[in-house]
């Protein structure tokens, strides 16, 4: 990862800042969220999971930018957090409506899966605190330019929930790069966030837009034909029969089109049951394509949030010189 310049970590504060909703997630365990009578909560959101990897994991200072109601859903997100890691003093606190009519909290009702039975998740998302944020809430010059950040990340499911995120997704990759903060995005395409505000027009219409800004830029195979428009060829209709030269002919693509990618890196997953994968990745940078090695049959116990943790990992190579 010799083309990116980050910054000395005894001139910023933060290693990494994150920029996302975090919602209550709620695990029905072995049962069906139609059928249980119980649920177990955890924390999670695209974004926040990456800077939640790097703590949790590495050990290194992360910090969430996010929007939460004061109620006491809001201050159980806050309590899990605190169990996570991620600092939250740039936690914008909204105030609570009475009954969650104008704002509220996010909740994701999620099935693990196992077997034969595939994951499953169904989002009550709509009117959260974090999708009203807009331009000019958060002072970013103060965390890029006061606090200090090696590391931005941001990404489509931010940008994909309300008209307004996406300008202040873009306000805030413009501040990091004036500070000489490397940016990355996780296309994360998902058909149901973009589908009441333009579908899959208006998502590859924003995120052509925001990749501009992008130094590092991650997605699988399915995000960068959906949001960006580059098509990779030989396909299966699983997504998982990828010839690693058809990626690299997309991803040149790409980079003729976007010169600032310096990194582009992605997950290669084929899911044979939810308890079997097989993994691998690909990374391009530098001109060079670098495979790992493709892990067959690698048992899994919760696939979701798997490609955030992809990303977590990578960035953690990339700021401890391991490139």
Known sequence: MSELAIKPKSSCRWDLVSLGEVMLRLDPGDGRIATTRSFRAWEGGGEYNVARGLKRCFGLDTAIVTALVDNPVGRLVEDLMFQGGVDQSHVR????????????????????????????????????????????????????????????????????????????????????????????????YRASLWKSIGGQKRAREVNRELASYVDVMLGNEEDFTAALGFEVEGLDHNLSALDVTNFRRMIERAVQEYPNFKVVATTLRNAKTATFNDWGAVCFSGGDLLVAPNR??????DRVGGGDSFASGLIYGCLAGKG
């Open 93 to 188: 606190w909204t105030k609570d409506d009475g009954v969650g009519r104008t704002v509220r909290n996010g909740l994701n009702f999620t099935e693990r899966g196992f077997g034969v039975r595939a994951a499953l998740g169904c989002s009550d998302r709509g009117h959260t605190a974090v999708s009203q944020l807009r331009p000019g809430d958060i002072d970013w010059e103060a965390i890029f330019g006061g606090e200090g950040a090696r590391w931005f990340h941001t990404g489509g499911i931010f940008a994909a929930l309300s008209d307004t995120t996406p300008a202040v997704a873009k306000e805030a990759m413009a501040a990091a790069r004036r500070h000489g903060t490397v940016v990355s995005y996780d296309l994360n």
């Open 296 to 301: 067959e049959n690698l048992e899994i116990y």
